[in-house]
Each structure stands twice: as C-alpha cells, then as structure tokens.
T-cell receptor
Framework: SAVISQKPSRDICQRGTSLTIQCQVD?????MFWYRQQPGQSLTLIAT?????????ESGFVIDKFPISRPNLTFSTLTVSNMSPEDSSIYLC????????????FGSGTRLTVV | GENVEQHPSTLSVQEGDSAVIKCTYS??????FPWYKQELGKRPQLIID?????GEKKDQRIAVTLNKTAKHFSLHITETQPEDSAVYFC??????????FGKGTRLSVIA
C-alpha cells in the first residue's frame, strides 16, 4: 500500500539554527500540506506545498520563517528557520487521497525541541 | 475562512457506554467532514468521514451524522472500549481547500 515517510522523527536543536524536515510519498499526489501541532493542541495548517510554484501560506506563517520546497509530485521539505523555543512542536506533512484512503493521510511527524 | 468548533474538550465514559462528540462549521460550502483519532505520540488516523450528500454513515461501532442546515456533524461511538481512549479531531473542507481541524476531544474510557 502507498506510504508517506517523514524524517527526522525527532530532533533537539539550538535556538537560532534551522532544521529541514523531509516528506516522501511513494506515489504522485497533487496536494501536500504542512501542519503544526503544538503540545496538547490541534493541528494548524502552515502552508500548502505546490509543485512548481511557491507555497501558499496561512495567516501567521511566512516564507522567511518556514520556507517550503516541492520539487516534484512525491516530495516536499519544510524548513524551520532561526528557531526559538516557541517553535518546539510536532510538524506533520499530509497528503490527500493516498492509496485507498480518500481523506488526508499524515506522515509520522517530526517532534522538534528547541533549547 | 472556515471555522470548526468542537465540543466537549474532554469526555469520560464508562466502558460499554456511548460517546458523542459534536462539531459545528461556518462555511456553507464545506462538503467533506472527516474524523481523526490520535493516540499518544502517534499521527492522526482517519477513522470515518462523510460527504455532504449523505446524512449518516456507520462503520461497526462508529457513526457520523451530518446536519447541513444547522452546519453541524457528530461522531458517535457505541459500546466503548478502553482502546477507544484517545484524542479525536473533527475537520472540514470544500473542494481543494485544506482541512481545517477542531480543537480536539480527549476521550477517556474507564474500565
């Protein structure tokens, strides 16, 4: 069955540094999304990763802080730049209509801790 | 944009009882309403979904109902079991717009 792989699964980073999270899907998908889930909270959409064009960011999220790449229909990266402790969160990629699943499928998530 | 409200935020039930979680949405164009279950430390998993052309859908002990006029939908879990304990999220979207999630309900099933 189709799978979505996300890495790293977790990381502890120094403030001021950047981390790039990768999301790989084993089949082509049109829509890829990046969500943030702060501790004990719901999922908040950061941006929609568009293949061949700039990502579409939600209110409160900007490209300088969260640059996104989508070089093809199976892969995307999210970078968390110039990190601060407030960026400590779980970051999840998501795709729509993967395999037999009609709805969204989520990657396993990246648990980021900024110290 | 779409706004999804979810209630209650926490819910405790005795094993074998039913649990009901309710959500309302604001965008009348929304036509897809999934429910996700998230166990501690794991990714959200789709458990059931409904589209706006039906009013109810069942899958074994889980059912979802949709009232488009009132713009609300509900998750019903019958004969609850301890393994149903998790955080449940409702969500909605329309067409190619991204899913918008409710704030979640922490369900505890007490044996």
């Amino acid at each position: 069955s189709a799978v979505i792989s996300q890495k790293p699964s977790r990381d502890i980073c120094q403030r001021g540094t950047s981390l790039t999270i990768q999301c790989q899907v084993d089949s082509q998908v049109t829509m890829m999304f990046w969500y943030r889930q702060q501790p004990g909270q719901s999922l908040t959409l950061i941006a929609t990763a568009n293949q061949g064009s700039e990502a579409t960011y939600e209110s409160g999220f900007v490209i300088d802080k969260f640059p996104i790449s989508r070089p093809n229909l199976t892969f995307s990266t999210l970078t968390v730049s110039n990190m601060s402790p407030e960026d400590s969160s779980i970051y999840l990629c998501s795709v729509e209509g993967l395999g037999v699943t009609v709805g969204y499928t989520f990657g396993s998530g990246t648990r980021l801790t900024v110290v | 944009g779409e706004n999804v409200e979810q209630h209650p935020s926490t819910l405790s039930v005795q094993e074998g009882d039913s649990a009901v979680i309710k959500c309302t949405y604001s965008d009348s164009a929304s036509n897809y309403f999934p429910w996700y279950k998230q166990e501690l430390g794991k990714r959200p998993q789709l458990i059931i979904d409904i589209r706006s052309n039906v009013g109810e859908k069942k899958d074994q002990r889980i059912a979802v109902t949709l009232n488009k006029t009132a713009k609300h939908f509900s998750l019903h879990i019958t004969e609850t079991q301890p393994e149903d304990s998790a955080v449940y999220f409702c969500a909605s979207n329309s067409g190619n717009t991204p899913l918008v999630f409710g704030k979640g309900t922490r369900l505890s099933v007490i044996a």
